[in-house]
């Protein structure tokens, strides 16, 4: 047995205006307490508690600015905040209820400063993560970090759960297969097998970046004419749910090419806190911060394990500019893209 972590979504069902009103007062207070915190240069867990002890925030929210606010800078390098930040809560946050005489059967009690103050919200599921949410009602499965999104009107509750699988393994020698997560192509994959390059996999990204784009103009046209809220919404699940389709596809696809290859292991980047890193100007930010690079890999991972196939991650850095033969840092001869995994894959531009 192995322990794998996934993360859990669902989307609050429609809160009531007061309800409403706690979650805005919640998620303005922790921005600005993490601003504070970041602008303030705070690389310790006391300098930071220091800062956001005075804000009106829940202990969990506060412990998680504590352990979050002194990576930004000090591992990721990140230069300044994403205006979207999620509400980050540490697993204290992580208390559920389940009940099948309810409409919505799933419920979350919403920590919020003070005592007596929490309330408890309703939660629409993911059908197919059903029974990992009865885990984690019982404690079979364990809660980690807890994020709660706002996506214009909609609240969306990611949390992070390990549950015990059978260990996926390789019978021999293992091959492995790297998979690179991009924009214009939205996985690019290889297999190294006897020491080469093997039969690359591209899923194009075309239509992913065309409705990403189209999405971005059609409601900054819809806003700016003071649309209807209910068309703004209709339209913007439509776009949601044909990106979620593409997704699924894509993920899919990659498992799919896995399984050709005896023993596959697959290889992808670790991409945490990728958007804190991101550094390209005001308009590829927006561009690359709207992509969900996260939940690509997490339905790759999903798919992977269910077919039994080992997934593994690698810090990316200087893997582009790493030599398969010699390993030594060194310019890339095109720009071509390719899996970058440092020690895992040949790199065709290799400088070496």
């Known amino acids: 047995m192995t322990t794998i972590t996934k993360t859990l979504q669902a989307t609050f069902a429609p809160p009531t205006a007061h309800k409403q009103s706690k979650l805005n007062d919640l998620l303005e207070t922790y921005r600005d307490g993490l601003q504070e915190a970041f602008n303030a240069g705070a690389s310790t867990m006391s300098a930071v508690s220091d800062i956001v002890t005075p804000y009106d925030l829940p202990y969990q929210a506060k412990a998680a600015l504590c352990n979050y606010v002194p990576k930004l800078r000090k591992t990721y390098n990140a230069e300044e905040l994403d205006d979207e930040h999620p509400i980050r809560l540490t697993n204290q946050a992580a208390k559920f209820d389940h009940s099948e005489e309810r409409d919505y059967e799933f419920t979350w009690w919403v920590p919020r400063p003070g005592r007596g103050t929490n309330f408890w919200i309703p939660l629409r599921i993911n059908p197919e993560q059903e029974n990992l949410w009865h885990d984690l009602v019982s404690e079979d499965a364990k809660a980690g970090e807890i994020r709660l999104q706002k996506h214009r009107k909609s609240w969306v509750l990611h949390v992070t759960v390990e549950y015990p699988v059978e260990q996926p393994t390789t019978n021999g020698d293992a091959t492995h297969i790297g998979l690179d997560i991009g924009e214009t192509a939205l996985i690019t994959g290889c297999a190294l097998k006897d020491g080469s390059p093997t039969d690359p996999f591209v899923c194009s990204g075309s239509r992913a970046k065309h409705l990403r784009k189209e999405m971005h103009t059609i409601l900054k046209r819809l806003q700016e004419r003071d649309a209807s809220e209910w068309r703004i919404d209709d339209r913007f699940n439509h ?76 810090n990316p850095a200087y893997t582009s500019q790493t030599c398969h033969s010699c390993y030594r840092i060194g310019r890339r001869g095109f720009t071509s893209r390719v899996p970058v995994f440092e020690r895992r894959l040949p790199r065709f531009d290799a400088s070496g």
Do not use: C
């Open 239 to 314: 776009y949601q749910n044909a990106l979620t389709d593409i997704v699924e596809k894509a993920s899919r696809q990659a498992v799919e090419y896995a399984t050709q290859f005896e023993n596959p292991v697959l290889v992808m980047e670790d991409l945490t806190y990728i958007r804190e890193r991101l550094d390209y100007g005001k308009y590829m930010n927006r561009r690359l911060h709207s992509w969900a690079f996260a939940r690509l890999q997490r339905r790759i991972e999903d798919k992977a394990t269910e077919a039994g196939i080992p997934v593994e991650y690698v």
